[in-house]
């Protein structure tokens, strides 16, 4: 056995060793934070809020590490973009943590209940879920939401991180940790696993037992990963192949404004819009306004080159299969054309990643057709699928859209990370 072998399997030993360990103790200390009560969890929340930005010139730094480290392993820029920290992402950060404070404690809450009529009361309330894994890419940001979401939701908090954010991450664990150890709470309400190897993810996501549910965010091959290879319960955050589709009947100025801002507004995110689907019944001036619209805003276009050439549309990249199932998380957009909204619902049915969807259209009867026949977690009439967003929805901070239709569906917010306990109370009755 060579030394390199060695040491490898030494450092994948060691890893096992340290999430196995994490995860006993997050399982030890889950209880205590099951209880917690909303004034305590909002005290927490607030004050990690304020000790973030003091501490900003640290988290800085680490971070500044991480973005050497991108640069020299040629990390492209907009990985870079989504991994850098600056006051003001920073600020941001906590108020997403400030934001959580503020919203409804969903533990407790009583779903529905009854007296039976041997008059044993009855009811069903939200609990925590208990030992709540993330494995997500490099974002920092998701390791301040997702403590602050579990926290909120009397959760434990596992988190696998990228390797590219780790001195970023390491550093706001820490912060974190000692806000809960001045609260007087575990450290190890929050932890950050190692990362040296992906084998720590598999560790994670077979500690069946220990950790309770794992949630994937990242992209699809992360998420098929884990998704695939889980024994511990996961909720699927869904890749987001949105597509926007124009109908014949429409206001062609209110439909480019809308795909426009699904594309271009941020397009790293999984509800930017991945591609336009044009009626055919379109005029064929309309369908060019369209195509070029997109491209003045710097979206390159991939579609049939003959069936968009044929209405004048130049500047196309030829499109292959791989295009119309794809989430470019870029500058580009794959430009179809379709038969009408029966002709959009089956072009979606074959590639939709079943995240968001987008019909703009004046004809109502379209609109409710393309609502009923489209399989998706979010619909959009008339509006740009950007708005699958938890805080749009007004739910607060979200830890990822779930694209899966057990448990929760769409945007995760706090209701969506707890589960549900029955509690009977009665007086001595006994079962005949």
């Not at 995860?23 to 909002?42: C, D, F």
């Not at 006051?87 to 906590?94: D, N, T």
């Not at 969807?357 to 379209?366: G, K, S, W």
């Amino acid at each position: 056995m060579s030394s390199q072998t060695s040491s490898t399997e030494q450092i994948r030993d060691q890893e096992r060793a340290e999430v196995l360990e994490k995860a006993r103790t997050a399982k030890t200390v889950a209880p205590e934070i099951a209880i917690l009560g909303s004034a305590q969890k909002n005290e927490v929340l607030l004050r990690a809020a304020d000790i973030l930005i003091e501490r900003a010139g640290e988290i800085i730094a680490a971070n500044a590490l991480d973005i050497e480290d991108g640069r020299r392993n040629g990390m492209e820029e907009s990985l870079i973009d989504r991994l850098a920290l600056d006051l003001s992402r920073i600020e941001g950060i906590a108020g997403g943590l400030r934001q959580v404070a503020s919203l409804n404690d969903p533990v407790g809450e009583v779903l529905r209940g009854h007296v039976m009529d041997n008059g044993i009361q009855m009811r069903q309330i939200r609990v925590p879920l208990g030992v709540m894994g993330m494995v997500y890419e490099a974002r920092p940001n998701v390791t301040v939401d997702a403590f602050g979401l579990a926290l909120k939701s009397g959760n434990v908090a596992l988190l696998r991180g990228s390797s590219t954010a780790v001195h970023s991450n390491g550093t706001l664990v820490s912060i974190l940790q000692d806000v809960l150890a001045d609260a007087g709470l575990p450290r190890e309400a929050v932890q950050l696993l190692p990362c040296q190897t992906r084998d720590s993810v598999q560790d994670l996501i077979t500690a069946r037992g220990l950790v309770d549910v794992v949630i994937p965010r990242g992209g699809a091959g992360l998420i098929n990963a884990v998704v695939t290879n889980a024994t511990v319960p996961t909720i699927e955050t869904g890749t987001g192949n949105c597509h926007f589709y124009i109908d014949a009947d429409v206001d062609l100025e209110s439909a480019i404004a809308m795909l426009l801002n699904g594309k271009t507004r941020r397009c790293s995110v999984c509800n930017a819009t991945e591609t336009a689907l044009l009626d055919a019944a379109l005029p064929e001036k309309d369908k060019l306004v369209v195509v070029q619209a997109l491209q003045a805003a710097g979206v390159t276009v991939h579609g049939l080159v003959d069936a968009l050439g044929a209405f004048g549309a130049t500047d196309v990249v030829a499109a292959t299969e791989t295009d119309w199932d794809s989430e470019y998380l870029s500058l580009d957009i794959a430009v179809g054309i379709v038969d009408g909204v029966d002709g959009a619902i089956a072009h979606i049915a074959r590639y939709s990643t079943h995240h968001t969807e987008a019909i703009a259209t004046r004809n109502i009867f379209t609109a409710q057709r393309f609502a009923d026949r489209v399989d998706a977690a979010a619909v959009m009439i008339n509006a740009s699928t950007a708005f699958t967003d938890g805080e749009q929805f007004g739910m607060g901070a979200e830890i990822g859209i779930s694209t899966q239709k057990l448990h929760a569906r769409g945007p995760m917010a706090l209701p969506e990370l707890t589960s549900t306990k029955w509690i009977l109370q009665g007086t001595g009755q006994i079962r005949p």
